[in-house]
């Protein structure tokens, strides 16, 4: 009896220890919960305002001042303000290419990236409509085919085919196109950002109330996925599509940006928008990004993010020559730009969804 | 002596019992042996975002995966007039100049005509049947009205949909406004004649399809009831349709009637009525009014119309959430209970395939017969297709209904997208699903929220 009684009570005893280790764990588990519910609604909050809305104000300041340049050179066409004009579309172009780094929302369920950045240009309806006597304005453009809207014509415009027009090659009709062209953009751009204020279509408060009312995002989970899949989405895209197809066909007929050669530009200013995303940061502003969440459990699968999109970047830098020549006389370069996009795309679309499945339990 | 004869005959029935066992089918397993958020079997991927419906099946070679991302692009690319050096061949006729314009993220889009993101086209026809049984085309338009075109061409017609609202009274006297759609068709490039039937369609998602061509003809005609011989009101019998690449009749799968027997026929007929882009499949220009002049047909690449097949056979399906969640669970037995799932089948299995694993031999949960079903006045079209009369649809797969909301911002559902809500979408329901739809009316409020949370969670 005594032996079984000394038994019990040590047992007891065991069982309390147990209980003690256990809860003691539990309060250290539970001091990270109470700081990472905080960070991650932060990390929503400054994609919305430091990353998101910032950028999308940029996109509409950009083309507001091409459309000023455009009109200018309406008025008074020299080669000066056509040179002023094509700056300004890489600008635009380059904030529109930082922006494809977060492809989702409004740009996505509204179509915005097909109203603005269709290719190829179509030649055949764009000859045909330049000669036609069909109104070239805002209105008749905005009922036109998607190939014959945006970007690219605009750049077909400012730059010819062979990448060499003046001033003076424009025609009335070319001018009048380019000018409803640039009104179009503005228009599209004016509506994206007023699509994310709070005073407009306020897709903000959808990201921001993420498992708080959202009806998109169900929890803050599911918000961190779609950013995490429009980041890796946008490496793949650039990877296995924008590099990819004219590199493997050797064809430089089928790369995106080709009147202005702006294709390699537009290809790094796609992974730097979505390291933007991933830091938290923009314009200067530092906020927090998804970088500060993965942080909190695993340093290392940051730091490799991060090192993989430096490495993806100063990859896409080495290719020194424009697209359209690279594919035929850089493809080491290209191929390594490709190898380190792969690995990227692979770190965030494994790795990092993995990590936010795992550590963000909302 | 007795004992042995005992022993032999335990041990002979022990036998016959492990026999039968081997031998069984994977149907057979106990439910609880099978994770039910796997909606496409071994095709299922989880992923909650917009692009949830745009992941290829698991396990894809990498020569697949490269035609797959072919296909990919292909689908996601907008096409030009010809002649041009890169995706030729749009139009001159055509209702929109991508797939994906209509497929937004592979699944529904827009429910109107004639825009940049529209996803309605409108089928039309006159009464009879032609050689193999199908519609007869409209003099002058076809099978489909064209409702864009190329500068310098002229549209078929302009379509336009306005709705007036009609108000459904539940017993517990709360109320849904459903939204009843009125179509018109203006300015034609041919006088319409007076016996003009029409059906208007929203472009359905696109993943699972390989799955669903796998599903065996004997495995679709075991829930077929065309007599009514166990006298529940539902009928459901297969569509037959001539299939131009086999040049035979064969059981109709896909499009909203089922009137489309192979992926690669249903791929090559969109390309050629909505897009305006020949191929190998069908090689003449959509219109025989205004053709485009040029001899460039067929103007799309065997290798890309493959590809493009290709994409959407080893799309994967979605995997459900939230299937522990007590509503959810509640929500499936109501489900049961009150009869949606006599059509909306919620397992079928598919055929043995060694081409491609994650579709082969697969159980999967559609939510579908594939059979046609005669829906009610409310819902027909008044326009035959082959086998399906005008009131009958074919049972519209409910996989990834619950997806909707973040692939296409805005969710619409049904043939034409006219309900707002998955609840608008069940009170629409009528002929055959008119007795499970009445006793929907009778559920409780919270029973009736449980059921579209269920649907929720497809």
Redesign the interface.
């Given at each position: 009896m005594e032996s079984l009684s000394i038994r019990l009570v040590s047992l007891m005893i065991g069982f309390a220890v147990c209980a003690c280790t256990l809860s003691g764990c539990k309060k250290d588990e539970e001091n990270h919960i109470i700081n990472q519910p905080a960070l991650e609604q932060q990390v929503l909050d400054d994609f919305v305002h430091v990353v998101a809305i910032p950028q999308y104000a940029a996109l509409h300041a950009h083309a507001d001042s091409l459309q000023q340049t455009v009109n200018a050179f309406m008025q008074s066409p020299s080669d000066l303000l056509l040179q002023e004009a094509r700056n300004r579309w890489r600008l635009l172009r380059q904030t529109w290419e930082q922006c494809e780094g977060f492809l989702?929302g409004?740009v996505?369920?509204?179509?915005y990236d097909?109203?603005m950045d269709?290719?190829?240009?179509?030649?055949?309806?764009m000859d045909?409509?330049l000669a036609?006597n069909?109104p070239l304005t805002l209105q008749t453009v905005q009922q036109l085919?998607?190939?014959l809207r945006g970007f690219h014509p605009v750049e077909y415009l400012l730059w010819g085919k062979d990448g060499n027009k003046t001033a003076a090659d424009f025609t009335d009709r070319q001018k009048q196109y380019l000018a409803a062209l640039v009104a179009d953009l503005e228009q599209n751009t004016a509506q994206l950002y007023q699509s994310w204020i709070s005073e407009g279509g306020n897709f903000a408060a959808t990201v921001i109330q993420a498992g708080q009312g959202s009806?998109?995002y169900l929890s803050r989970l599911?918000a961190f996925?779609?950013i995490t899949?429009?980041v890796a989405?946008i490496c793949d895209e650039v990877g296995?599509?924008k590099i990819a197809?004219p590199f493997t066909r050797r064809d430089s007929?089928?790369t995106e940006s080709p009147f202005s050669h702006n294709s390699m530009q537009d290809f790094k200013n796609n992974i730097i928008g979505a390291q933007q995303v991933y830091l938290g940061d923009y314009a200067g502003t530092d906020g927090k990004g998804l970088t500060d969440l993965v942080t909190l459990h695993n340093v290392a699968l940051d730091n490799q993010i991060r090192q993989q999109f430096t490495r993806a970047i100063q990859s896409l830098q080495q290719v020194t020559l424009p697209f359209e020549q690279a594919i035929y006389l850089q493809r080491t370069q290209l191929s390594r730009a490709m190898e380190a996009l792969a690995d990227l795309e692979n770190t965030l679309s494994d790795d990092l969804q993995t990590y936010l499945q795992q550590y963000v339990k909302d | 002596m007795k004992i042995g004869k005992t022993y032999w005959a335990t041990v002979v029935v022990a036998l016959i019992a492990s026999v039968g066992v081997l031998c069984t089918k994977p149907a057979s397993f106990p439910e609880a042996d099978y994770d039910p958020r796997l909606a496409g079997g071994m095709a299922t991927v989880f992923d909650l975002s917009s692009q949830s419906f745009s992941h290829p099946i698991p396990g894809l070679s990498a020569w697949d995966s490269h035609v797959h991302e072919k296909g990919d692009q292909i689908f996601e690319q907008s096409f030009v007039a010809a002649p041009a050096p890169l995706f030729s061949g749009l139009g001159p006729l055509f209702n929109n100049v991508s797939c994906i314009s209509c497929h937004h993220n592979d699944g529904k889009g827009t429910p109107s005509f004639g825009e940049i993101n529209s996803s309605m086209l409108m089928r039309v026809s006159i009464p009879g049947k032609d050689a193999h049984g199908g519609p007869v085309p409209v003099p002058g338009l076809g099978l489909q009205i064209q409702d864009r075109s190329i500068l310098g061409f002229r549209p078929e017609a302009s379509i336009s949909v306005n709705y007036q609202d009609s108000l459904v009274r539940y017993p517990d006297g709360s109320t849904v406004l459903l939204h009843v759609p009125r179509y018109a068709i203006t300015q034609p490039y041919v006088a319409l004649p007076a016996d003009l039937l029409c059906s208007p369609r929203m472009a359905p998602p696109v993943f699972g399809m390989g799955l669903l061509e796998r599903v065996p003809a004997e495995e679709i005609l075991a829930h077929a009831d065309p007599d009514d011989v166990d006298h529940d009101g539902i009928k459901g019998h297969p569509n037959y349709v001539y299939d131009p690449v086999s040049g035979a009749q064969v059981i109709g799968r896909f499009g909203l009637k089922a009137n489309v027997g192979h992926l690669l026929t249903q791929v090559a007929s969109a390309f050629q009525q909505d897009m305006g882009i020949t191929n190998s499949v069908f090689p003449q220009e959509n219109s025989t009014l205004q053709g485009d002049g040029l001899h460039d047909d067929p103007e799309l690449r065997d290798s890309l119309l493959n590809a493009v097949k290709f994409y959407v056979e080893t799309l994967a399906v979605p995997a459900r959430r939230n299937v522990t969640d007590a509503q959810v669970k509640a929500g499936e037995q109501y489900f049961q209970q009150i009869g949606c799932a006599k059509c909306h089948l919620p397992t079928l299995y598919t055929a043995v395939d060694v081409r491609f694993p994650a579709l082969s031999n697969q159980r999967i949960h559609p939510y579908t017969d594939l059979l046609l079903h005669d829906m009610g006045p409310a819902l027909a079209d008044g326009r035959p297709d082959y086998q399906a009369s005008g009131q009958e649809w074919r049972t519209a797969p409910l996989w990834g209904i619950g997806l909707f909301p973040k692939t296409n911002g805005t969710p619409y559902y049904l043939h034409d997208g006219r309900a707002r809500s998955l609840e608008e979408a069940i009170l629409w329901h009528g002929g055959e699903a008119a007795t499970s739809k009445n006793r929907f009316l009778q559920l409780s409020s919270a029973q009736r929220q449980a059921v579209i949370s269920f649907l929720q969670s497809l």
């Open positions: 989702l409004p996505e369920d509204d179509e097909p109203r269709t290719w190829p240009v179509d030649y055949v309806q045909s409509l036609s069909v085919d998607l190939a009806t998109r599911e996925q779609a899949g429009a989405g296995n599509g197809e007929l089928i | -």
